[in-house]
Every structure is written in C-alpha cells, then in structure tokens.
C-alpha cells in the first residue's frame, strides 16, 4: 500500500456532490475511532446539506480522493445573535489522521469566516486540539450537557453573547 500523501499534497476545496459517500464513509471511520462520538456526526452534515444551511470543505489528496471534510453551519447563543457558526463534524481519514490534514481544514474554515465578518465560532471538542487555532473554553456559554472546556469560542469581535448556544434545527433532528 503507498504511503498517504503529506499535508503539502493536500488541496482544500468545496465540497461537490459526488462527494458525499466519501464524505459519509469518512466520517464514519474517524468517529468510529472516539470514545465520546455519538455516531450521528454523519447524519448531522446530511441533515445540514440537506436544509441547505452547510458550509463543507474538503481535502483531497493528489491522487484525487477525498479523505477529509469539516463543516460550518450557523447557531445562536442566547436570545439572538446572528453571524455566528458552529464548526463541526470535521472528519479526517484514519490513514492521514496526524498528518496536518485536519488543522488546514480547520484554518480554511476559520480563514471564510473571517473573510465574509462573521462574529465567530463556537465548537464541541478536545480543547487540546482546538486551542492551537486559538479557541477558547466558553464558561458563559451552554448547550445542553456540555459545557466548558469541551464548549470552545473563537471571537471575532470583542463584545460576544453568552448564554444558550442554538444549533440549526437541522442539526439538533440529527442528534435525535
């Protein structure tokens, strides 16, 4: 078997069509390796793509298979605040985990949010990991049983909400 290509070999793009088996099969083995996935992270970009409320990107290796994908979609945090993104599912192919596949999809990600203003990101994850992009644990914010660390911002502008984080309906269907 050959060796998978490194993260220079990688190209991030949007997500096409004919990409959603992959991105699906994908997502199902990278989260069949976590202890706390709930295995509805394939169906929630399902759900979100089918609402028309996804924003995916994926990475492609130079062979031309995808064997990575990350997710944006809107939330609210509080009473009402817009210009917010959640981020997430983000999947990366066992064979290229540790390879610097899922930090470029992570800065590609924050690198559109930054260029079209929105007011940040909020995610449910390894503060280990998500730290180095700059996120931060979110004590005045909540979504349901999770709570800081595992609650992370990353503002986009000085004055943000607290509160109750809302995912899309879409997203919150798929968990169910």
């Given at each position: 078997?050959?060796?998978?290509?490194?993260?220079?070999?990688?190209?991030?793009?949007?997500?096409?069509?004919?990409?959603?088996?992959?991105?699906?099969?994908?997502?199902?083995?990278?989260?069949?390796?976590?202890?706390?996935?709930?295995?509805?992270?394939?169906?929630?970009?399902?759900?979100?793509?089918?609402?028309?409320?996804?924003?995916?990107?994926v990475a492609e290796s130079a062979e031309g298979g995808v064997v990575g994908q990350v997710s944006?979609?809107?939330?609210?945090?509080?009473?009402?605040?817009?210009?917010?993104?959640?981020?997430?599912?983000?999947?990366?192919?066992?064979?290229?985990?540790?390879?610097?596949?899922?930090?470029?999809?992570?800065?590609?990600?924050?690198?559109?949010?930054?260029?079209?203003?929105?007011?940040?990101?909020?995610?449910?994850?390894?503060?280990?990991?998500?730290?180095?992009?700059?996120?931060?644990?979110?004590?005045?914010?909540?979504?349901?049983?999770?709570?800081?660390?595992?609650?992370?911002?990353?503002?986009?502008?000085?004055?943000?909400?607290?509160?109750?984080?809302?995912?899309?309906?879409?997203?919150?269907?798929?968990?169910?």
């Amino acid at each position: 078997m050959a060796t998978p290509a490194g993260v220079d070999e990688i190209c991030i793009r949007i997500e096409r069509p004919d990409d959603v088996a992959t991105i699906q099969r994908i997502t199902g083995q990278a989260f069949a390796q976590v202890a706390h996935a709930s295995g509805s992270e394939a169906r929630i970009i399902d759900s979100l793509r089918e609402a028309g409320v996804l924003l995916s990107w994926v990475a492609e290796s130079a062979e031309g298979g995808v064997v990575g994908q990350v997710s944006l979609s809107p939330v609210w945090i509080g009473d009402s605040s817009e210009g917010w993104f959640g981020l997430g599912p983000i999947a990366v192919d066992p064979q290229y985990q540790r390879r610097g596949v899922g930090s470029r999809l992570v800065e590609t990600a924050m690198s559109y949010l930054r260029s079209i203003g929105a007011c940040g990101c909020i995610l449910i994850g390894d503060p280990g990991w998500y730290r180095r992009f700059g996120f931060l644990p979110a004590p005045d914010m909540h979504f349901a049983e999770v709570s800081a660390p595992w609650l992370m911002v990353l503002p986009f502008v000085e004055d943000w909400p607290r509160g109750e984080v809302h995912y899309h309906p879409a997203f919150m269907s798929a968990l169910a």
